[in-house]
């Protein structure tokens, strides 16, 4: 049976320590700025932070995965191509790449780095993978959210790399790598700013009758009733109107989050490397609690037993969880 690496967020040097702490095999981070999909105020790594992240990770057995899983912009390549030297001259585990022309500066000039390819580069059937193995020496692929586990079993057996699939977190059904909801919404590209739903875009709007308006810049996302929890407004995420259905209707997604702990000793069958949990946006406490619970239910399946794992709805997107299209097609 494989032994699938435990691959966890820290969006912060804080964050780093207490994942590593809890018994993350790998963590991923980024730094602080577009060439990484989470660039938001107050997350990610300096250099030096970087370089102390990976000296504390690297003391306690632990990698660390350097995300570089954004587009680059005509004109500024640059950016991108500063940031694989750092993360390569400073030890990085693996770059996890998007970008055909990062992944081929990253292999040419950096032939023994290891590259991990991003779920932002929407790579779900065997051909593409191949090729970004074949063209640029790609070890491990993350694959999106979209597949069931025997269309990930079959892909396993006809690419020449390891698997990395979501176990826990932001629900993601939206095409990786190409939404542009976001651009326009607000002039900011998730994809080439690193930047989903902007935090200086986003308010809410109390009114008259005590239920909350979420906005992203001039757009109204949700209207929640005074007892309803507000989730954070992303457009994917949001209700509206329509003339073929008056009432207010997630057209998109609802918010909810994955939690496959169920299914880990059928994605280990399916011949999944590893797992990895969403979330380096969200709290430490949010860090610690799930990668403890999910470190204690794969080593258990490791063991044959069944994982047992607490409850985490409370940490959920809108407190609801689902194996999505994990489990079947039929998911809405």
């Avoid at 700013?193 to 005590?210: I, L, M, T």
């Avoid at 109204?220 to 994917?236: H, L, N, R, V």
């Avoid at 609802?254 to 490397?273: C, K, Q, T, Y």
């Amino acid at each position: 049976m494989i032994r699938p690496d435990l691959v966890c967020p820290a969006g912060t040097p804080t964050a780093l320590r207490d994942a590593v702490d809890a018994g993350a095999d790998s963590v991923y981070c980024g730094f602080q700025n577009a060439t990484n999909a989470r660039n938001f105020p107050g997350l990610n790594f300096t250099l030096d932070e970087f370089r102390d992240g990976l000296d504390y990770a690297h003391k306690h057995g632990a990698k660390v995965l350097l995300a570089l899983n954004t587009f680059p912009p005509a004109g500024k390549f640059g950016l991108w191509r500063e940031a694989v030297d750092a993360g390569a001259s400073m030890g990085a585990d693996a770059l996890i790449v998007a970008d055909i022309g990062v992944a081929a500066y990253a292999a040419r000039a950096h032939p023994q780095q290891r590259l991990h390819l991003s779920v932002q580069a929407s790579a779900s059937s065997p051909d593409a993978i191949g090729y970004y193995c074949h063209e640029f020496g790609i070890k491990r692929v993350v694959l999106p959210r979209v597949l069931t586990v025997p269309e990930i079993k079959a892909i396993a057996a006809e690419i020449p790399c390891e698997i990395e699939t979501f176990i826990f977190g932001n629900h993601g059904l939206m095409l990786e790598g190409r939404c542009a909801l976001t651009n326009y919404a607000t002039g900011v590209s998730t994809n080439m700013d690193g930047v989903c739903s902007p935090a200086a875009q986003v308010r809410f709007e109390e009114q008259r009758d005590g239920a909350m308006v979420s906005r992203l810049g001039t757009h109204a996302i949700d209207c929640f009733a005074s007892e309803d929890k507000a989730g954070y407004p992303t457009i994917c995420k949001g209700r509206y109107r329509a003339p073929v259905r008056p009432d207010p209707y997630y057209a998109f997604e609802e918010p909810v989050s994955l939690n496959l702990a169920a299914m880990l000793p059928d994605l280990i069958r399916a011949g999944v490397h590893a797992f990895k949990i969403e979330g380096r946006q969200r709290s430490r406490a949010y860090v610690r609690a799930v990668v403890g619970q999910f470190r204690k239910a794969i080593d258990a399946v490791l063991a044959g037993r069944e994982p047992q794992i607490a409850d985490l709805v409370a940490l959920t997107e809108g407190q609801k969880q689902t194996e999505g299209a994990f489990k079947t097609k039929a998911w809405r």
